[in-house]
């Protein structure tokens, strides 16, 4: 099979042998902010259902997010999410992603060109959040994953399982998820792929005298590298000069030491972000850097009907 689609699959997956690596490429501008998968921020922002499910409860009723991130050379992810509220404490949402590699060029094992192909992630995914009390929800979501490589497919189903407790008077939030739980249906190839599973801690704390919150994600729970336990360790800090507008930044050990060039990771591992609220309407961007050719920008837009 073509060169090319070797690379673009490699391009896609930051570390590990699982498939389906598109899943961590941030679709939250906030979150992507604060380090890239955080799970345990309150806001009124449905983009974060994609990391905790739990926390599809803090969004208005009815709202839709449109999403966009760009990431290596042509490629980029679109997205889009929409809620709904289920009587006084449940809420209802269904998203769509798709990672697009653009066309690329196939050739035969003596790298002679045979024409071009398209690639292409999909992930179609329905989820569901309850508040059992004022200080504890619940949230699950199923996906559908596709993958289309020229004449290859392959899909998959997974699960997100979340949880979060949320103390308003004290301003502390902590969530535990369990993200793409499942496997593969029907193969790429021979051999079926697992799907990159994690578990994720995330704690966030609102300061009482400064209009400043802190968070803390642990990830990959299941697969603790004693030699260097920081790089499980994702750090964020907003501000927030108002009540409609934020501003954060964030630094992920891990993706500073696997994109490290000569010594220098140029900049990899930190993020930065900011995001507006105008009534109904809020935006939100974020610039991190994933791969060591390129750096990424994600932009929310998200309206309340």
């Known amino acids: 099979m073509a060169t090319c689609l070797t690379v673009s699959i490699a391009a896609s997956a930051q570390a590990g042998d699982t498939g389906y690596q598109f899943l961590n490429v941030p679709t939250s501008a906030h979150s992507a902010a604060l380090g890239g998968n955080n799970v345990s921020i309150i806001e009124d922002d449905a983009t974060l259902l994609f990391t905790n499910p739990a ?3 803090n969004v208005s009723d009815k709202t839709l997010s449109l999403n966009y991130t760009s990431y290596i050379a042509s490629t980029s992810k679109l997205s889009a999410a929409f809620t709904k509220k ?3 404490r449940g809420s209802w949402a269904a998203g769509a992603m798709v990672l697009s590699y653009g066309d690329l060029i196939e ?40 993958s289309n490589y020229g004449e290859f497919s392959s899909v998959a189903l997974g699960v997100d399982l979340g949880i979060n407790y949320y103390d308003a008077d004290r301003g502390w939030s902590l969530s535990l998820v369990a993200q793409n739980l499942g496997g593969q249906v029907d193969a790429l190839y021979e051999k079926h792929e697992s799907l990159p599973c994690d578990v994720v801690l995330g704690v966030s704390k609102e300061l009482a005298n400064a209009p400043l919150r802190l968070s803390f994600t642990f990830d990959e729970l299941t697969d603790w590298d004693v030699e260097k336990p920081i790089d499980h360790l994702a750090f964020g800090v907003e501000f927030f000069p108002s009540s409609a507008t934020w501003v954060a930044l964030g630094y992920n050990p891990r993706r500073a030491n696997e994109m490290k060039v000569a010594d220098s990771s140029k900049w990899a591992g930190l993020s930065l972000g900011a995001g507006l609220g105008i009534k109904k309407f809020k935006i939100g961007l974020a610039y991190g850097k994933y791969h060591v050719a390129s750096s990424s920008l994600t932009i929310n837009a998200s309206y309340s009907l």
């Not at 071009?116 to 329905?126: E, L, T, V």
């Open 55 to 57: 926390l599809l409860v």
């Open 107 to 146: 050739t035969n094992e003596n790298f002679e060109e045979l024409g071009k192909f398209s690639a292409s992630d999909i992930n179609i995914q329905g989820g569901y959040s309850y508040m059992f009390n004022d200080e504890w929800s619940g949230g699950v979501q199923g996906k559908v994953l596709m």
């Open 86 to 88: 289920a009587g006084e």
